[in-house]
């Protein structure tokens, strides 16, 4: 509402309605690109054109037919059941219609993450292109919106390896990046519903990262289950840290990882740290060594966030 009062006040008056309903979906698209951007790191491009044919088709059309049809239907006698049932067939056509340009992700602008400042001047650029005709400088907001599309994050400096595993619950995905490499390890649980974490979790992650393109995709599959991880080869490999990928509470039916694991890592003196209390944990390594861990759920916690207990410090999981 307050993109609408920028962009028409003072001026609704004296231009025709096809103008000004076009306008609007153009106002409103525009005005919200900059948040959808910052909130979403993503915005539907064909928004604008859906919307056009969507929202008086349903506020004028629609909508109308079924008050009027419910208001009629207190009468005995009128039946009034054809209107209903047909606006019911153009409602469950029309929500398939959406959901099916929902799934155009080829007509979404997406953008990586963004440094304060390229967001102020984004959010300034809009303003001065939906000041009240007249202002002066109006133009120079296209100006400002050209950082928004124009600036990269940098990739990890020559030499140094950036390795992140992702909370997805009962699964497994690991990114590694380097300057001029990305290896993928594993893509997660999918599900009979449809949801699969490699375009919910892992894709969005590499747009956040600036990423388009994926070098190495490694699907495998391994856990902290008691014949993956013996005390010999701890003790061979040493590790600092072991982090275990699983589920919380009802996600992890089989009690992952298993008791003598865990038992066998504390023996070694290692830190163990997992995805179900920890979320994603991100190390960087370079030539000055390790550095890290990063909790996600640390870094970004909320008074809202779930707590979670480490899975190290849970007694009584099952063998």
Not at 109 to 135: C, D, H, N, T
Not at 225 to 234: D, E, N, V, W
């Amino acid at each position: 509402m307050a993109v609408l009062l920028i962009a028409f006040g003072q001026r609704l008056g004296t231009d025709k309605f096809r103008h000004n309903w076009g306008r609007v979906q153009w106002v409103v698209a525009l005005g919200l690109l900059p948040l959808l951007l910052l909130l979403f790191g993503r915005a539907p491009v064909i928004a604008p054109l859906v919307n056009l044919v969507a929202v008086p088709l349903f506020s004028l059309v629609l909508l109308p037919i079924v008050l009027v049809a419910s208001l009629l239907g207190l009468l005995p006698g009128l039946g009034l059941e054809l209107p209903l049932v047909l606006t019911a067939e153009v409602l469950e056509r029309g929500f398939g219609v959406l959901e099916a340009v929902s799934g155009w992700d080829w007509m979404a602008a997406v953008v990586s993450r963004r440094p304060i400042w390229v967001w102020v001047s984004a959010f300034a650029g809009v303003l001065l292109l939906l000041a009240p005709r007249g202002l002066p400088g109006a133009w120079l907001g296209s100006l400002f919106l050209l950082p928004l599309a124009l600036i990269r994050p940098p990739a990890p400096s020559e030499g140094t390896a950036e390795f992140t595993l992702f909370d997805v619950g009962q699964g497994l995905v690991a990114v590694v990046r380097t300057r001029r490499h990305v290896l993928v390890y594993d893509t997660g649980p999918r599900f009979s519903s449809g949801f699969n974490t490699g375009t919910a979790v892992i894709l969005p992650y590499l747009y956040h990262q600036g990423v388009w393109h994926i070098d190495t995709l490694l699907v495998a599959g391994h856990h902290g289950s008691a014949t993956s991880t013996g005390s010999a080869f701890l003790a061979t490999v040493a590790p600092h840290f072991v982090l275990y990928a699983a589920g919380a509470g009802y996600a992890n039916r089989f009690g992952l990882p298993n008791p003598a694991v865990r038992k066998w890592v504390a023996a070694q003196g290692t830190a163990q740290l997992d995805t179900a209390s920890a979320g994603a944990i991100s190390f960087r390594l370079g030539p000055a060594g390790i550095a890290g861990p990063w909790s996600f759920r640390r870094e970004h916690r909320r008074l809202w966030s779930h707590r979670v207990e480490s899975i190290s410090s849970r007694k009584g999981a099952r063998d």
